[in-house]
């Protein structure tokens, strides 16, 4: 598995998993990966290699536990890496008509954000909380049961992933930047 260009440029990481010393699942303490980074580093820093090809080898593996660390910090690449290694072959669906439905009628009224009152615009904000909530939840519960349903996980991946663009998406409008190049 390749970590993605926007988190490891040129380094891959077959399995951040074992690259940090966990088994492969979904509930991870981010303290747990800080403390495994902190650990990994400690063996692989560059600075324990003053100069030739173990340095070089050390400053790859570095960047390649620091990418893995990216990797398992954030619960979408966590959860997609976790999609990597146990169905790698599967496809992802698109979102259904009334998931889609929903999102664009939230982003339509979140669209007018400017003539939003104080009110509104926190019951915005407290939707787009517990729905993305509730989206880690569901995640978590598919990879708790002895049988993982790839299919339901890579739906839920595809609906998480909307939740959040919708989430930059308000950010943008509520602090007032151009979405137009995003």
């Known amino acids: 598995m390749s970590a993605p260009s926007d988190v490891s440029g040129c380094f891959t990481v077959d399995d951040p998993f074992a690259l940090l010393g966990f088994l492969p699942k979904f509930d991870l303490k981010l303290g747990d ?20 090809v173990g340095r070089e080898l050390a400053v790859m593996q570095s960047a390649r536990i620091n990418a893995a660390t990216i990797i398992l910090m954030n619960p979408l690449l966590r959860v997609e890496a976790l999609v990597l290694l146990g169905d790698p072959s599967g496809k992802y669906a698109p979102l259904s008509p009334a998931q889609l439905c929903e999102l664009l009628e939230r982003r339509e009224s979140m669209e007018a954000c400017a003539t939003l009152s104080s ?16 989206s880690l939840e569901q995640l978590r519960s598919a990879f708790s049961s002895s049988t993982v349903d790839w299919v339901r996980v890579r739906s ?14 308000w950010a943008r409008l ?5 979405t137009e190049n995003d």
Do not use: M
Request: net charge positive; aromatic share 8%; charged share 25%.
């Open 156 to 169: 839920l991946i595809t609906y998480f992933r909307a939740l959040i663009r919708l989430s930059n998406e």
């Open 174 to 178: 509520c602090t007032g930047r151009s």
């Open 119 to 134: 009110v509104e615009k926190v019951e915005c904000d407290e939707w787009l909380r517990s729905t993305n909530q509730s």
């Open 33 to 52: 990966i800080a403390n495994a980074q902190v650990r990994a580093l400690a063996k692989f820093h560059p600075d324990r290699h003053p100069e030739g």
